[in-house]
């Protein structure tokens, strides 16, 4: 008896479906830029399009919003554009309509949102993640049944920047390379600038990805990464209260 034959794989349709997602994304982009004339209402609904997205395509234990992040001592970063934050162990701190305060500790990414990539945008985010990767973390023991876990050792916070374009004529070549900040606290680990490709250093060196794909390729990528590095540490409680007793 003879039998059927394997059916050849196709991922054609599953590879042009999330081309569209990238064409649909650029098409907004596009689109606010074109119609609104005031620079930060520019950003501000960019920044929005750019949340959905990444609310689209990350699970539900993972919260994406704009805000500031603080910790226990009373420091607090500078506004961030797109922050990706645990949603199941941390709430949020003094939420006043779209001003969020996010706990250090709870905080797995921060992205800047731009309309391009160039020297100047890379540089102004590497110093917004700087201003998330300095704040202090608490870490406490975890109790469980049979007794208690050992504080968890807090990651490094990931942080990247996010376009619609590239700003030099070879997109993400040499010139992007040469100006990305690649060292201590205002390293950028990955991106996306949606006309030209993608770019992380989650294999140790930079890896670029061309245009076709990219948008849905490096949020695949920060997934894993993400999935890798498990749940955040468990905040110190206390040691923010101490901030109410403080004189």
């Known amino acids: ?41 520019v950003g501000s609904v960019n920044e929005e399009h750019w949340i959905s997205v990444f609310r689209a395509y990350l699970p539900n234990r993972y919260e994406v919003n704009s805000g500031f992040v603080i910790d226990s001592l009373g420091a607090r970063s500078e506004q961030i554009d797109l922050i990706i934050y645990d949603r199941h162990f941390t709430p949020t701190l003094l939420d006043q309509q779209n001003h969020r305060y996010i706990p250090a500790e709870a905080v797995y990414a921060v992205f800047e949102s731009k309309p391009h990539l160039d020297k100047s945008y890379l540089e102004y985010a590497g110093q917004k993640a ?42 993400l070549g040499k010139s992007f390379a040469g100006n990305l900040p690649s060292s201590g606290d205002e390293t950028l680990n990955c991106g996306c600038a949606l006309e030209h490709g993608a770019f992380d250093d989650f294999e140790g060196s930079v890896n670029v990805t061309p245009r076709n794909g990219a948008l849905v390729y490096f949020l695949f990528r920060l997934l894993a990464r993400l999935q890798s590095v498990g749940t955040v540490p468990a905040i110190d409680w206390a040691a923010y209260a101490k901030i109410l007793n403080s004189t």
Request: cysteine-free; glycine content about 4%.
């Open 1 to 41: 008896m003879t039998k059927n034959p394997q059916p050849i794989p196709d991922t054609t349709w599953l590879r042009d479906a999330f081309m569209d997602v990238q064409e649909e994304l650029v098409l907004k982009l596009r689109r606010a830029s074109r119609s609104i004339e005031h620079a930060p209402s």
């Open 130 to 171: 700087a201003s998330v990767r300095k704040l202090h973390r608490t870490s406490v023991s975890i109790a469980h049944a049979g007794g208690k876990f050992a504080p968890k050792e807090p990651f490094p916070i990931l942080a990247g920047i996010v376009a619609a374009r590239a700003s030099w004529t070879d997109g």
